[in-house]
DNA sequence: GATAGTTTGTATAGCCAATGAACTTATTCG
DNA sequence: CGAATAAGTTCATTGGCTATACAAACTATC
């Protein structure tokens, strides 16, 4: 209730070295001390004092200086590479793993153990994951791990770090990080898996390949899970679980759904509808399913889940106001297939389209995207608050 | 694209005013200098200064002290009565009005003018409303006008301060502030009815029967809209064009809208339906179309309604996780008729429900709520940001 | 009814961080 | 080689918050 705290000296600090920081690390290429005084409107001798304390504590360096035209030469900066890493966990019907990514962007290391996890121990898989992890944190000797996110397929309270259920794992109330065995110094949260992949779009990549900073980012499995992310910032909700788009009713007279409603979006566009209409089994890889439902007798089969994926689309479109949607999971592969019928919902049902169509493109990250996202909000966490880091350097 | 600016020095004195003016202003009842300084944090040495600049210029005013327990009395503060207003404007389909509104959310003065205004001339009306407008102001005269907020029933875009369509209007493509002739110094921005009207239930009314500040508004009249409030910020999305909940699709198969698509929750829960549902008239009075709706042979229009609105409501609540929905226009004096199927809709539709059920109540501002939330608008301005009126206070 | 006790509000010295202007450094161009 | 140019650094100055001490205004008690 009681709004913002105080504002003391030490935060003028602490949010200028998180726009120098954000600036270099954000930027396209690399910046010099006078590039980013410009850009940030500081004054170049604040910003020499500020990055010579980022680059102190590992989160900055400086690039060989290369000269072009008259002046003394740029120093480039640039984000520091296998200093201070991220933790991007994972487990989900078919994999569980983790991955370690830097601030350059980098997968600096990675586990991944594809394997059928419907149906098993969540203590079991969760001690698994754990020390899947402590290996990982001992291959990055040498290296800070900012923190860990672990990504998870069901409904997860971020506020508790409580997985509430995950229908697909057969997982219900578990408290995943009490499991995972991490050392207690290192800052972990739990998250939803399309939650983070949607992430690994804002950050997880080189800068030009970038999804822009406000998009709705629907991953297909199992289960249909989605995140809204509105100018850089993911919108997670009241406890984090918005995006259930799943669950969206396409027609209340549909068949029931495992949730216990009636025509939710899952029963018309779920992977699991999608490969018994086409006569696969659910273990089936995503390209064998794509070039399945290329074919022409799937057409029909691809354009039902198409306009309910299509007509769900446009009620979040139509409450969100969002011009672009990115389809990951099993939909990447799947966009040329399904976009005739997703566009044409959007075009009729979307009251703001007659002035900004809808954007339907494939994810920019697909693999293991979650896994990147996790590791990359660590890192983005670093950016946005260096202080604690500066710190730590210094003592 | 380039982060937040600067921190300089004067971005301290500006933060920390503002938090001073918000904890004042928010608070239920009125603070002491030292009160102020336990809550915020900092130390009563810079409250003081603070809050005598905030006095200076016309923010906030002391009361008489007040003594209890030992001790120096302390001397309470409340927000400035009748010196700085915020001015409230709306053209509606039964209704062209203003309000003004000060700082301690007193009505100073208002013009409300009945009439029905479907397919009227836009320019016309808009420089009525104008005149109307400066009227108020001109009765005003002494206090300082903080800003201006025009309420429009349809998708107004934000940035461009631009209708672009008000079907129940008739308007399309109007650019109303040039219309309104108002003072060029005065900030003015156009928004929608149900957007601001949600505005009114965060800081229009007492602070003890705010809404919590996070919640649904749906204003229900011709049109259904709402307004997507969290945690005290309204989310607008890209254009403001966020919370079109009126043309959610219900049933893929249902009646064609006004909108083009098939089966909206308009067609199911309009005013216009629920007035034709029972024999009336559509400029019926709100309190007559509640009445006749509680009679026993209305009960299946009522349940019908009810249910779409529970279905649609579900969908937002699923892709935003929402625990509360205040209900607004119409469906104020309705919400004992239809929350019996709303509720059954949200428990059985709404993923999260077990750990968390919807709660669904009355707005409890009603009385023309988007010229209270324009006002409020304006001076939540001035409360967030201070300085600008030191300044002017000052020069 | 004077005095101790308690809390509010104000004054003053000190500190921290950003600024601006001058200065140094490193390059290109003529 | 020197003038021009731009990057980065140094340093006195300024603004704003903190801490500490102090003045003010009240209650409670002997």
Same mark, same amino acid.
């Given at each position: ?145 900012? !923190?860990?996110?672990?990504? *998870? #397929?069901?409904? %997860?309270?971020?506020? $508790?770090? @409580?997985?509430?259920? +995950?229908?697909?794992? =057969? ?9 995972? !065995?991490?050392?207690?110094? *290192? #800052?972990?949260? %739990?998250?939803?898996? $399309?939650? @983070?992949?949607?992430? +690994?779009?804002?950050? =997880? ?191």
């Amino acid at each position: 209730m009681t709004s913002t705290g105080p504002a003391r000296q030490a935060s003028l600090r602490e949010r200028n070295l998180a726009t120098v920081a954000r600036a270099v690390v954000d930027a396209p290429e690399p910046l010099s001390r006078a590039d980013v005084a410009a850009r940030t409107g500081m004054t170049r001798a604040t910003v020499s004092t500020l990055v010579d304390q980022l680059i102190e504590a590992g989160l900055l360096t400086e690039l060989p200086a290369v000269s072009s035209g008259p002046g003394r030469p740029a120093v480039p900066l640039a984000p520091a590479a296998r200093t201070v890493v991220g933790l991007g966990l994972e487990v989900n019907v078919d994999y569980l793993g983790g991955r370690v990514v830097d601030l350059t962007g980098e997968v600096v290391d990675e586990i991944v153990i594809a394997e059928n996890l419907r149906g098993s121990p969540a203590p079991a898989t969760l001690e698994r994951l754990g020390h899947l992890a402590r290996d990982l944190m001992a291959r990055a000797r040498g290296m800070r791990v900012a !923190g860990a996110h672990l990504a *998870l #397929p069901g409904l %997860v309270d971020t506020r $508790a770090n @409580l997985l509430r259920i +995950a229908p697909n794992l =057969g997982w219900s109330d578990v408290e995943p990080l009490a499991l995972l !065995g991490l050392p207690a110094s *290192l #800052p972990a949260t %739990v998250g939803n898996e $399309a939650k @983070l992949a949607a992430l +690994a779009q804002l950050w =997880g990549c080189p800068v030009a390949e970038r999804a822009s900073r406000t998009f709705l980012y629907v991953s297909g499995d199992v289960g249909i899970g989605a995140a809204i992310v509105i100018d850089g910032a993911l919108f997670g909700g009241k406890r984090g679980w918005s995006g259930e788009l799943g669950h969206v009713t396409v027609d209340p007279a549909g068949p029931t759904c495992r949730c216990g409603a009636s025509g939710c979006l899952e029963r018309y566009a779920g992977k699991e509808v999608l490969v018994t209409d086409v006569g696969l089994d659910i273990d089936v890889a995503d390209d064998v399913l794509v070039d399945r439902l290329s074919a022409p007798d799937a057409r029909t089969a691809v354009s039902t889940a198409g306009a309910a994926l299509g007509q769900a689309m446009a009620d979040a479109v139509n409450l969100l106001d969002i011009d672009r949607v990115l389809l990951g999971g099993v939909y990447t592969g799947l966009v040329p297939l399904l976009r005739p019928a997703i566009t044409e919902q959007l075009r009729t049902r979307v009251l703001g389209a007659p002035w900004a169509p809808v954007d339907v493109v494939p994810a920019p990250v697909a693999d293991h995207a979650a896994l990147t996202g996790g590791a990359a909000a660590s890192l983005r966490a670093v950016v946005e608050d260096p202080m604690p880091w500066i710190a730590a350097a210094a003592g």
